[in-house]
């Protein structure tokens, strides 16, 4: 336990979490010290929270309590990168951008292309993070093959690749990806990676309003190009671009982009992307919303947005954005989760201003799923000691 108790310390305000002051903080540097730490706060009743580059930590509504946070950053090694297979296997406390140049220079790629910066691996399990190359790579859900958590007693699970103990009938990775800590700690994850495209092409098309998005995502995703990204970026005076990006062998995204720009009716064709390609739009004072439609719904969810509201789509995947003036929030939110829930949308709540985020819906309304997700939580956490009151319904 000696490494352990010296890696603990009283927390502060400056380890805050939504608010909320750990009574004390570890940094285990081992996966067997994590569950030493979480064993020992079960035996005592005390509630954990994990946390990695604290990157998204408002992703998810603020812990009921934290007796105890488990700085993840300690497990920082890069345990095996078979280039061979395409794989690797990293623990959860490894910034994506250092896996990404480490893979790099065998000449392939982690395709998560989040943007915050000091992103973890366990993080990014852990908020479902992705960005705009999940047109080409998918999300967390597909490209992680397998993982190493320890459960809320304390317990070491593995599931996936390299497997050493199961816990059966369920998928640890699927589970585990997007719960924000709530079943548990993810401590290891293994990736499935490919390799790095030799050319690209960028087809930029400026457009007359947000609205005309809709129809050209829609024409691009029935086409036969292969584009890794289709964005839809606009800021909050109206002004918006169409940003196609393709990857491939010289030949094949020379051609792509001229197509595209035949296809778009216009386009400017470069090598280069845009300085905000990828980014969260919006800022400190704005309320930044993550919206989950149909694909094809994309033109009525921008026209149920309020005006001056700042957007970066995925638009051919039914992922969007959106930063929604914070004045404005409170009252458009209900209005917007109403008017995109025909198109099977959601809106989630990821940063808010201190002053209105208390009241605001983190989650909005949650259907008839969360009963399973009740008897999933009772499962892992029976006591409730896991990020209590963090995830979707106050779990």
Not at 123 to 138: D, T
Request: aromatic share 4%; glycine share 12%; with cysteine.
């Amino acid at each position: 336990m000696t490494a352990v108790t010296d890696t603990r310390r009283a927390g502060g305000p400056d380890d805050a979490v939504g608010g909320v002051v750990p009574r004390e903080v570890v940094r285990p540097t081992t996966v067997d010290q994590v569950a030493e730490v979480v064993r020992a706060a079960a035996a005592d009743g005390r509630s954990v929270v994990p946390v990695g580059g604290r990157s998204k930590l408002t992703w998810a509504p603020p812990p009921e309590s934290c007796d105890l946070l488990l700085d993840l950053t300690g497990l920082d090694r890069v345990v095996e990168h078979v280039a061979g297979d395409l794989t690797v296997v990293a623990e959860a406390g490894v910034r994506l951008a250092d896996l990404q140049a480490q893979v790099g220079r065998a000449g392939q790629l982690l395709g998560l292309d989040p943007p915050e910066d000091g992103a973890t691996l366990g993080g990014v399990v852990s908020a479902n993070a992705s960005g705009p190359r999940r047109l080409r790579y998918g999300t967390t859900r597909d490209l992680l093959i397998g993982i190493t958590v320890v459960l809320a007693d304390g317990t070491v699970a593995h599931a996936g690749g390299k497997v050493v103990k199961n816990v059966a009938g369920y998928d640890l990775g699927k589970l585990f990806t997007g719960a924000h800590g709530t079943l548990g700690v993810v401590v290891s994850t293994t990736w499935r990676l490919h390799p790095v495209p030799p050319a690209r092409r960028v087809v930029t098309l400026q457009l007359p309003d947000t609205a005309a998005a809709g129809p050209l995502s829609v024409a691009l995703a029935r086409s036969t190009l292969t584009p890794s990204a289709v964005e839809l970026i606009a800021a909050a005076d109206g002004t918006a671009r169409l940003v196609v990006l393709f990857e491939s062998i010289a030949e094949s995204v020379a051609g792509q982009a001229r197509a595209a720009v035949a296809l778009l009716g216009g386009g400017e064709e470069s090598e280069d992307l845009p300085e905000d390609f990828g980014r969260r739009p919006g800022g400190a004072d704005d309320v930044l919303l993550r919206l989950a439609y149909a694909p094809a719904s994309l033109s009525a969810v921008l026209g149920a947005l309020p005006a001056g509201t700042a957007v970066a789509a995925h638009a051919a995947t039914g992922v969007s954005y959106a930063a929604v003036p914070a004045a404005e929030a409170a009252e458009a939110l209900p209005r917007l989760r109403a008017a995109i829930a025909p198109h099977d949308g959601t809106a989630v709540v990821l940063r808010a201003p201190d002053a209105v985020r208390e009241r605001l819906d983190h989650w909005g309304p949650v259907g008839d799923s969360l009963d399973l997700m009740r008897r999933v939580k009772e499962r892992f956490d029976p006591e409730r000691r896991m990020s209590p009151g963090r995830f979707v319904g106050g779990l």
